[in-house]
């Protein structure tokens, strides 16, 4: 398969990559320590175009093809994987899920100002008691005619204490299952809406994480995105470009451990000579360098089947698992060439491996991509 780059997409490529280096690096450990990335980071961000990559232009988006996509996603990874996340869901779940299943006077109210940066979307599936088995949500919508009433509660959801409009899936008839659940347009300021409390997490501790709570949260219909029991299929939709968008997350996390991991050995010095020059740090530096390629080409590939429009739930989850699991080797073997100096936060990949060991838990566990590609196999 031929991943030739267009003039367009090496721009993007050369406009995320220097993003990442001038303002996301120099800043990603001091905002891990604090826990917060400064406002003015995402509106630099938006600026650039980075939050409209999945708007159509009408819109005032940039609207890439999937490839393009996953080439900016992992450039902003290798310089903050905690600011990525942010503008992966922004822009794979939330912006896309609307240009595909929104009205026209939907697309009209967000898209423009989710393709500027002026709002930034969240996803709320995710409930306390309900993970990967996203068809028992217990949040819960009556319907009141014109409206929903939604009670309940939302986990882990990325950039929840900014964001303006949360993509959230509730239970809207509870006998019916997964065939029950809706995905309503919530916006920030709706009476009895509030974020809830942020998560103190052990990577990826400058993405706000919150919980969000609904106490009788008034939500007119005109805000029901596609149709009433639609919202697990929408959910689904969604899964194979969220979780191509994490893998690419991953390979970022990887390419930055191995730039660190090679830059250390070629200056640390033991028994004479750089660590460069033995062995087996050589063939630790081999095998992260050969698996990060390996990983970067089934995403690419996972993102040309998306782009043609073939079913690329196969690739998707074959990119998102190996990816993931490369990565947490890649950046596991980092912290090893470091030796101590990898265990303490000075050195950036201690935050690496914190951060990268999600991408093993969010949009579908490894576990769950195995079942995944075993289903596909098996069909």
Request: glycine share 10%; hydrophobic share 45%; with cysteine.
């Amino acid at each position: 398969m031929d991943f030739k780059f267009s003039d367009s997409m090496k721009m993007l490529r050369e406009s995320a990559r220097s993003f990442a280096e001038k303002r996301l690096k120099p800043g990603a450990q001091a905002w891990d320590e604090s826990e917060a990335i400064p406002q003015e980071i995402y509106q630099e961000a938006a600026g650039l175009g980075f939050f409209g990559l999945c708007v159509p232009e009408e819109f005032g988006g940039l609207d890439v093809d999937p490839l393009a996509y996953v080439v900016a996603m992992e450039e902003l990874s290798r310089g903050s994987a905690a600011f990525q996340v942010c503008a992966t869901v922004h822009n794979s779940l939330v912006c896309a899920a609307i240009v595909k299943h929104g009205t026209e006077a939907q697309k009209k109210k967000f898209l423009s100002k989710l393709g500027e940066g002026e709002w930034i979307g969240a996803y709320a599936l995710s409930e306390p008691g309900s993970g990967t088995d996203a068809g028992s949500l217990s949040t819960a919508a009556a319907d009141m005619g014109d409206h929903y009433l939604v009670n309940g509660t939302k986990a882990w959801v990325t950039s929840a204490g900014f964001a303006s409009v949360f993509l959230t899936f509730v239970s809207t008839d509870k006998a019916a299952g997964a065939r029950g659940i809706t995905c309503l347009l919530v916006e920030k300021g709706m009476p009895g809406f509030s974020i809830g409390k942020k998560e103190k997490k052990m990577g990826l501790r400058a993405s706000d994480t919150s919980e969000l709570i609904f106490q009788n949260v008034k939500v007119p219909k005109t805000a029901v995105l596609g149709s009433s029991g639609e919202g697990f299929k929408i959910a689904l939709s969604q899964l194979d470009s969220g979780r191509i968008g994490i893998a690419a997350q991953a390979v970022g996390i990887a390419q930055a451990a191995l730039e660190e991991a090679v830059s250390y050995a070629k200056q640390r010095k033991q028994f004479g000579k750089t660590i460069a020059e033995f062995q087996l740090t050589q063939a630790k530096l081999a095998d992260m360098a050969t698996n990060i390629a390996a990983a970067r080409l089934l995403v690419y590939q996972a993102a040309a089947k998306l782009f043609k429009g073939e079913d690329c739930t196969l690739a998707a989850s074959m990119a998102k698992s190996f990816a993931s699991r490369i990565a947490n080797k890649a950046c596991y073997d980092a912290v090893q060439i470091h030796g101590g100096n990898g265990f303490v936060r000075e050195f950036p990949v201690e935050r690496y491996f914190r951060d990268v060991r999600v991408t093993e838990i969010y949009e579908g566990t490894t576990e769950v991509q195995s079942l995944i590609i075993a289903r596909e196999l098996l069909a």
